[in-house]
T-cell receptor, first 116, second 111 residues
Framework: GAVVSQHPSWVICKSGTSVKIECRSL??????MFWYRQFPKQSLMLMAT?????????EQGVEKDKFLINHASLTLSTLTVTSAHPEDSSFYIC????????????FGSGTRLTVV | RKEVEQDPGPFNVPEGATVAFNCTYS??????FFWYRQDCRKEPKLLMS???SGNEDGRFTAQLNRASQYISLLIRDSKLSDSATYLC????????????FGKGTRLSVIA
């Protein structure tokens, strides 16, 4: 089946540093990748939609200069949290739409970011 | 008003119990509907799609009422392994649009 590999699965970083999260589609081409974050006891909230070869579309309230998304190839999308602050600590997860018959959504395993 | 609303629970039930979760969605243009299961600190996993005619998968039954914009999930004969958070999820289209998640309902099945 369609697999999205996301890493790192967890990361602890200092305030002010940047963290890059990668999502790779292993056996399919992900033309679109959705990036979500989830705070404790909250729902997954869409941050942005990235399409291969074009600029990402950010949801209202999400700073595009802080959360840099790159989707340079059909198998790789990255999210970089720049100048991280403790309030950025969250569970970040990517999801790709597959072009299989079922047209299902495949999720990465998520990245738990803690900023200290 | 939130797009997808669920009772957060928690629901604490004994093994073998039947438990029902409800969900409402605000956008009448929503096209597709799902229940996902999320274990602690893990990614959500598709449990089942939800159709207007209702559908069943083993111990799980899902119902959709488009007129009242209401979705339900029934779990029969609860197992310890059913303990998780159940997410009600909708999509505005069947195309390449993002899923919209509810907050989830926490279920704990107790021995």
């Amino acid at each position: 089946g369609a697999v999205v590999s996301q890493h790192p699965s967890w990361v602890i970083c200092k305030s002010g540093t940047s963290v890059k999260i990668e999502c790779r589609s292993l056996d399919f081409q992900a033309t679109t990748m959705f990036w979500y974050r989830q705070f404790p006891k909250q729902s997954l909230m869409l941050m942005a939609t990235s399409n291969e070869g074009s600029k990402a579309t950010y949801e209202q309230g999400v700073e595009k200069d802080k959360f840099l998304i790159n989707h340079a190839s059909l198998t790789l999308s990255t999210l970089t949290v720049t100048s991280a602050h403790p309030e950025d600590s969250s569970f970040y997860i990517c999801s790709a739409r597959t072009a299989h018959v079922f047209y299902g959504y495949t999720f990465g395993s998520g990245t738990r970011l803690t900023v200290v | 008003r939130k797009e997808v609303e669920q009772d957060p629970g928690p629901f604490n039930v004994p093994e073998g119990a039947t438990v029902a979760f409800n969900c409402t969605y605000s956008n009448s243009a929503s096209q597709s509907f799902f229940w996902y299961r999320q274990d602690c600190r893990k990614e959500p996993k598709l449990l089942m799609s939800v159709y207007s005619s209702g559908n069943e998968d083993g111990r799980f039954t899902a119902q959709l009422n488009r007129a009242s914009q209401y979705i339900s999930l029934l779990i029969r004969d609860s197992k310890l392994s059913d303990s998780a958070t159940y997410l009600c999820v909708v999509n505005l289209s069947s195309g390449n649009t993002p899923l919209v998640f509810g907050k989830g309902t926490r279920l704990s099945v107790i021995a």
